[in-house]
């Protein structure tokens, strides 16, 4: 393949992998949370969903320790609590 040119090492191929899905799961713990901030509940558990998919052990571990994920995940689980919560303090970074 000439894709292999790209890389010097399996070890290269491996990390450049790795930083790919994790823009992905990056992706996905950000859309969920846009999603669970504007009480879009259907669009944050799909998000939530993907991020599962592409790296299920760090979206375990970031649903159970309540990071971002987590906590976008239990804004949309308690409905009544939505409405007093935005995107900065979900993520956990300042406007």
Do not use: C
């Amino acid at each position: 393949l000439p894709e292999w040119k790209l890389w010097n090492s399996p070890r290269a191929f491996a990390a450049s992998y790795r930083l790919v899905i994790q823009q992905y799961y990056d992706y996905f713990v950000d859309t969920a949370i846009s999603r669970a901030t504007s009480r879009d509940r259907r669009g944050a558990l799909r998000a939530i969903f993907g991020a599962s998919r592409v790296f299920p052990l760090r979206s375990a571990y970031h649903l159970a320790r309540m990071r971002p994920l987590g906590r976008a995940f239990m804004l949309v689980a308690r409905p009544d609590k939505r409405d007093i919560v935005k995107a900065s303090d979900i993520s956990g970074t300042k406007p």
